[in-house]
Each structure stands twice: as C-alpha cells, then as structure tokens.
C-alpha cells in the first residue's frame, strides 16, 4: 500500500529498499535494503540517479560502514526471461530484505509495489529522493550494479556495458545489431527478442 508511515520519525530498524536495472536490455536486477544507523546520520543522500557516479561510490562506502545492516538481493537474467522484470525484481527484493540479518520494525519501498517479506511493508512513490534509508539503498543497488556491468564489460568486450550499463543507448543497439545478443542479454527485451526473430525466425 501507499505509505503513512512517517519515516522521518521511524524506529531504529527501518529498512529502505530500491532497485537498480528494471530497464537495461542486459544483466541482473539488483536491490538493496539499508537499516540506516539513527545515531550516525549521512549527509548528502539522495536518489543515486541525480548524483555523479564519484558522489555514489563516497556515499556507498559510507553507508556500508556505518548502517546498522545492508544486504543485496538479485534475479539473474534467465530469472527476469522466465517470470518478467517486475516479478524479478520483487524477488530480488524481497532477497536483500531477507539477507539483512536483522529484522526490520518496518520496510519501506521505492516505488509503487511491495515485494512479499514477513515484516509490515509499504512502498513510497518517489521514495530514493524522500526516505533516506531508500536512498541508501538506492545508492547501494546502483553502485553495485554499476561494478557488475563494468566486469560484464571484461568478460562481453565491445558492447560497452561499462559506458552505458547495459541501457539501450544508439551505441548499444548498434553493438548488438553488429554483434548479436550476449549471454548477458535480456532475451524478453524487445529489441534483443526481435533480433533473435529475425535471426531464427
């Protein structure tokens, strides 16, 4: 359900949750849950989208360091091709909550779903600019994915997943067009399902 909560008053145990790569044409969805430290407040959190990437990587060994938890939750590309973006997602989700390590008096989640998890659960339109904890974990699941896209970029050369992050970008398509889908590549996405189309029929 839409929030009530009044996160800016919250217990010690609130954990914020987001995702990183719903919308990438390659690689995994990855989410984070973030239980901020009440007596260790940081300064300078905000949706990881509108920071520079120097910004995330300073906030992300700062939140790491001094959260009370934090853990990371994923779905794998074949995951995300077999039960859709969405579903993969809320299970990802679901999965950082479940790695916390300790429970949470409330979660609360970017967006405007809830994945299943056994703890009172609410989501926030809006959340990684709202909620420090959700952009905590914005931050993380961003930043983390970031590292993975990057190593992708080793193991895939000449897609460009380091540069773009596996997101359709003109020199992305013109890879994949050129080089044909990865092993990495989201096979239900539009685009790499109507390459394989026209490669197999």
Not at 183 to 194: L, Q, Y
Request: hydrophobic share 45%; glycine share 10%; with cysteine.
């Amino acid at each position: 359900m839409q929030t009530r909560f009044d996160f800016s008053a919250g217990g010690d145990r609130l954990a914020g949750v987001d995702e990183a790569g719903r919308g990438p044409l390659a690689g995994a969805v990855v989410a984070a849950a973030v239980i901020l430290d009440p007596n260790h407040p940081i300064e300078g959190l905000d949706d990881s989208k509108v920071l520079s990437a120097a910004a995330r990587e300073a906030l992300y060994g700062r939140i790491t360091g001094s959260a009370l938890a934090w853990a990371v939750g994923r779905a794998e590309v074949e995951e995300i091709d077999r039960i859709n973006i969405l579903q993969a997602t809320l299970k990802a989700m679901a999965r950082a909550v479940d790695g916390l390590g300790v429970e949470p008096e409330h979660v609360l989640v970017d967006g405007n779903q809830c994945p299943r998890v056994p703890y009172s659960v609410e989501y926030v339109i809006g959340g990684d600019a709202l909620v420090p904890a959700i952009s905590a974990a914005s931050i993380v699941a961003k930043v983390t994915r970031d590292r993975e896209m990057a190593e992708l970029d080793t193991r895939f050369p000449g897609y460009g997943f380091a540069s773009h992050k596996g997101y359709s970008t003109a020199a992305h398509l013109e890879a994949l067009n050129r080089l044909g889908p990865s092993p990495v590549h989201r096979t239900t996405f539009a685009p790499v399902r109507r390459l394989l189309e026209r490669e197999f029929g």
